[in-house]
């Protein structure tokens, strides 16, 4: 949503929100074993993202946050163009669609590993947007099923990676994440239980979607001429934008943890997201991805310390510009009414500071032997200090 306004507000985010994720050579590991490419294009090499909101982009518009709702938000919000908003900027035409595809997304951010990136990912994606059509996959946002998009790429491209972060909204992420927002400011009751129980009935068929989505990248790139181990495969886990309670710089009491952190969610669902949710899931994609014999990158880790409310991090003021160092490093929740900032989509995601670290870990995998790696930042330093673990 655009908006536009010259006066410098500040509106209790409390009042705002209303209703808020064959037969291949193997190694002795199970993962990939590199061979010569069979792949005859001359095109530019290609490093390329498939799936949904954590690795498009979403969020990429903001660097920190800040409870100014209007002008630059502090400097944080960069669509600000100085008379208005161009969201565009950041998102390109995927703006329009949703997509919502940042300059600095992982992908784009990461270095050192093709001449070219290619984010087909798409915010809001589940694992059906990414099987091809003829395979049961589905349209999305108008576009069509990601990995048709990707035969296109390989045709014209020497695809060397291809990175998948993929299950998340078949597992209702964003639907958790607004249920536990409402317990906490509406109906003062505990999420963890009732979600923890639909995440549970659903993670079988969610994980067989992305076992299905590796498939047919695999599928797509056979039929593009590319031999097995000629490019790389990674599937990506999920980081957990929240802090666990000991963590969180705000009470549960009262309403700043709402109205100024743009983190409402009680101690108790917060521990259950932070050690619980997240890892369950981490630890079902990398299952997945063994069982696949691709390579996996664990992030549950990743926003260690720059979480949204986090006591290693800080909000912006009229007095504290935004910094990679200090500031948190995803975007807090938002709705998007008309006296708030940005969209609701975006609440909850890396935003430009941690996708520009995402971006540094994809250059340290890449940079690394194939396996399996766990990626974690260096508190009070920049994407620079971000590392494997």
């Known amino acids: 949503m655009l908006e536009r306004s010259s006066s410098t507000t500040r509106v209790p985010r409390t009042k705002r ?6 037969s291949l050579p193997l190694s002795a590991t199970g993962l990939l074993v590199l061979a010569a490419p069979a792949h005859a294009s001359s095109g530019p090499t290609a490093s390329v993202s498939l799936g949904d909101s954590y ?19 502090d400097g944080t919000d960069r669509a600000w163009t100085g008379s208005g908003y161009n969201p565009s900027a950041v998102y390109g035409s995927t703006y329009a669609s949703g997509c919502d595809r940042s300059d600095t997304a992982e992908v784009n951010s990461a270095t050192g590993i093709a001449a070219t990136s290619i984010n087909l990912a798409c915010s809001g994606a589940t694992t059906a947007n990414v099987f091809r059509a003829a ?22 491209h020497t695809v060397k990676l291809v990175t998948l972060s993929i299950g998340g909204n078949d597992l209702g992420f964003a639907d958790v994440i607004a249920t536990c927002a409402k317990d906490y400011l509406i109906w003062y009751s505990y999420c963890h239980s009732s979600q923890q129980s639909a ?3 659903k993670m079988p068929a969610a994980m067989a979607g992305v076992g299905k989505a590796i498939d047919e990248i695999r599928a797509v790139m056979s039929a593009d001429g590319y031999a097995a181990g000629s490019y790389r495969l990674v599937l990506q886990s999920y980081p957990s934008p929240i802090p666990r309670s000991s963590e969180n710089r705000y009470s549960e009491s009262g309403w700043d943890r709402a109205d100024t952190g743009g983190c409402p969610f009680w101690d108790a669902d917060s521990d259950w997201a932070r050690d619980s949710m997240v890892p369950e899931i981490s630890n079902a994609l990398g299952k997945v991805a063994a069982s696949k014999g691709v390579e996996f990158l ?22 504290t ?69």
């Not at 929100?17 to 064959?22: G, I, Q, V, Y």
């Not at 982009?57 to 800040?66: K, L, V």
């Not at 395979?135 to 014209?156: I, R």
């Open 17 to 22: 929100f209303t209703a808020a994720l064959l």
């Open 55 to 73: 690795i498009s982009g979403e969020a990429g518009r903001w660097q920190g946050n800040s409870d100014t709702a209007s002008g630059s938000r």
């Open 135 to 156: 395979d049961g996959g589905q349209s999305f946002k108008g576009e069509a099923p990601q990995a048709d998009q990707l035969a296109a790429v390989a045709a014209n």
């Open 199 to 201: 995440i549970d009935s």
């Open 298 to 319: 664990d992030l549950r880790d990743f926003l260690q310390g720059r979480e949204v409310c986090s006591t290693g991090s800080q909000l912006s003021d009229p007095d």
């Open 321 to 389: 510009a935004p910094s990679a160092s200090t500031s948190e490093w995803a975007r807090f929740v938002d709705t998007g009414l008309s006296a708030s900032q940005g969209t609701v989509q975006e609440s909850m995601h890396p935003n430009s500071y941690g996708q520009q670290g995402l971006g540094r870990c994809l250059s340290l995998v890449w940079a690394a032997p194939v396996g399996n790696h766990t990626c974690r930042n260096t508190p009070g330093r920049d994407a620079s200090g971000v590392y494997l673990g």
